[in-house]
């Protein structure tokens, strides 16, 4: 009896094995041969690979964005204006700041101020960083040290806590994603500062360098400065953003080469509306009429926009964790290595984790 069930299942697992080789006779095709096959026989069916962008997004919204944005430049060049209109709020220190008063400062005085923007759902935290007192002394030398130092000390900032025992499941990215650095508008060429600066940070951050109160230049002296700067730019080796190198494909390719034509941005800023054939604008009056900051016809400030927010915030972010803080990571590690140090003092940083009874982390 059981040598004939065993006799009678035998067809049917051979028949199982014929069913295999019949698949396995498909011929192999290309991409839309298979598409073509898959369609008309009705081999495969939806699996819904394409809903995990919608997965990302609804997380993305959940958690919100971190931005965090450096202006440089002497004061008067319209750095907090520059700000305020480019997010359409009262973001830089010197709006927050109730009772504000402009002065100059000795030294180079770092100061960040913080907030959370929503728009259409999505919130993202954007951090400005100011640095009063740059190239306002007699005497400027070294005046870029603070803030190589505060760049720097964000990446260390950031390094403890990866490299931390118990850290936390998201680490706060306090890193300056990009630096808008503003260039006089002198209509001559670079100045000493502005080379110094611009050769030094630009190896550890990402420098986007401006011109600002661009409406004090004709549009012909516009476009004679930006040709001086870009020669300076190419003759002293200083990289700013969007670099060649960090291209990823012909189409990024394409896209930066249009951006780099247009850098340094000729930009203008302003927080006030007014009336221009019966629609409210942003702008900035003067005697000969109104000049429009967001019409492409004046000014390059909705470039500039585009680039640090709707196309380019993303990239900007990426270059700076996968280029500038992983290049400061491996240095660190090398130097700890090298002097005989080893992990441990970095990955002992557990502000949040717990001891036993004898003082030690469990």
Same mark, same amino acid.
């Given at each position: 009896?059981?040598?004939?069930?065993?006799?009678?299942?035998?067809?049917?697992?051979?028949?199982?094995?014929?069913?295999?080789?019949?698949?396995?006779?498909?011929?192999?095709?290309?991409?839309?041969?298979?598409?073509?096959?898959?369609?008309?026989?009705? $081999?495969?069916?939806?699996?819904?690979?394409?809903?995990?962008?919608?997965?990302?997004?609804?997380?993305?919204?959940?958690?919100? $964005?971190? /931005?965090?944005?450096?202006?440089?430049?002497?004061?008067?060049?319209?750095?907090?204006?520059?700000?305020?209109?480019? /997010?359409?709020? #009262?973001?830089?220190?010197?709006?927050?700041?109730?009772?504000?008063?402009?002065?100059?400062?000795?030294?180079?005085?770092?100061?960040?101020?913080?907030?959370?923007?929503?728009?259409?759902?999505?919130?993202?935290?954007?951090?400005?960083?100011?640095?009063?007192? $740059?190239?306002?002394?007699?005497?400027?030398?070294?005046?870029?040290?603070?803030?190589? #130092?505060?760049?720097?000390?964000?990446?260390?900032?950031?390094?403890?806590?990866?490299?931390?025992?118990?850290?936390?499941?998201?680490?706060?990215?306090?890193?300056?994603?990009?630096?808008?650095?503003?260039?006089?508008?002198?209509?001559?060429?670079?100045?000493?500062?502005?080379?110094?600066?611009?050769?030094?940070?630009?190896?550890?951050?990402?420098?986007?360098?401006?011109?600002?109160?661009?409406? %004090?230049?004709?549009?012909?002296?516009?476009?004679? $400065?930006?040709?001086?700067?870009?020669?300076?730019?190419?003759?002293?080796?200083?990289?700013?953003?969007?670099?060649?190198?960090?291209?990823?494909?012909?189409?990024?390719?394409?896209?930066?080469?249009?951006?780099?034509?247009?850098?340094? /941005?000729?930009?203008?800023?302003?927080?006030?509306?007014?009336?221009?054939?019966?629609?409210?604008?942003?702008?900035? #009056?003067?005697?000969?009429?109104?000049?429009?900051?967001?019409?492409?016809?004046?000014?390059? /400030?909705?470039?500039?926009?585009?680039?640090?927010?709707?196309?380019?915030?993303?990239?900007?972010?990426?270059? %700076?964790?996968?280029?500038?803080?992983?290049?400061?990571?491996?240095?660190?590690?090398?130097?700890? #290595?090298?002097?005989?140090?080893?992990?441990?003092?970095?990955?002992?940083?557990?502000?949040?984790?717990?001891?036993?009874?004898?003082?030690?982390?469990?």
């Amino acid at each position: 009896m059981r040598k004939d069930t065993q006799q009678g299942l035998e067809p049917q697992v051979q028949m199982e094995e014929s069913e295999v080789e019949k698949i396995d006779e498909i011929p192999c095709t290309s991409n839309s041969s298979l598409e073509d096959h898959t369609r008309d026989h009705g $081999f495969f069916g939806y699996v819904g690979i394409e809903a995990v962008l919608d997965q990302m997004r609804h997380k993305a919204m959940k958690t919100g $964005f971190e /931005f965090n944005v450096m202006v440089v430049g002497q004061s008067g060049l319209g750095k907090s204006t520059l700000m305020n209109t480019l /997010f359409k709020s #009262k973001v830089s220190r010197k709006s927050c700041t109730p009772d504000y008063e402009e002065k100059i400062h000795k030294t180079v005085h770092l100061q960040s101020v913080s907030h959370v923007i929503e728009e259409k759902g999505v919130k993202m935290k954007l951090t400005i960083i100011d640095t009063p007192g $740059f190239g306002d002394q007699i005497n400027n030398e070294n005046c870029w040290d603070p803030i190589e #130092k505060y760049i720097n000390v964000q990446y260390e900032e950031y390094l403890k806590e990866e490299l931390s025992i118990n850290r936390k499941r998201r680490i706060p990215d306090t890193r300056v994603h990009c630096c808008v650095y503003f260039l006089p508008p002198s209509g001559h060429w670079l100045r000493p500062i502005d080379v110094e600066f611009m050769k030094r940070l630009g190896k550890i951050v990402n420098i986007v360098p401006v011109i600002a109160k661009a409406d %004090t230049l004709t549009i012909e002296e516009r476009l004679e $400065f930006r040709d001086r700067i870009k020669r300076d730019l190419e003759a002293y080796e200083i990289s700013v953003y969007p670099q060649k190198e960090y291209d990823q494909d012909v189409e990024d390719q394409i896209l930066n080469d249009k951006i780099r034509e247009k850098i340094p /941005f000729a930009v203008v800023g302003t927080d006030k509306e007014h009336q221009v054939n019966g629609n409210k604008i942003l702008g900035r #009056k003067t005697k000969w009429g109104i000049i429009e900051v967001e019409n492409v016809a004046h000014c390059e /400030f909705s470039d500039l926009r585009d680039l640090l927010i709707r196309s380019h915030l993303q990239d900007l972010k990426d270059i %700076t964790h996968n280029i500038h803080y992983e290049t400061y990571r491996v240095r660190r590690l090398n130097e700890i #290595k090298m002097n005989g140090i080893g992990l441990s003092p970095l990955m002992l940083v557990n502000s949040g984790s717990e001891k036993d009874d004898a003082g030690n982390h469990v």
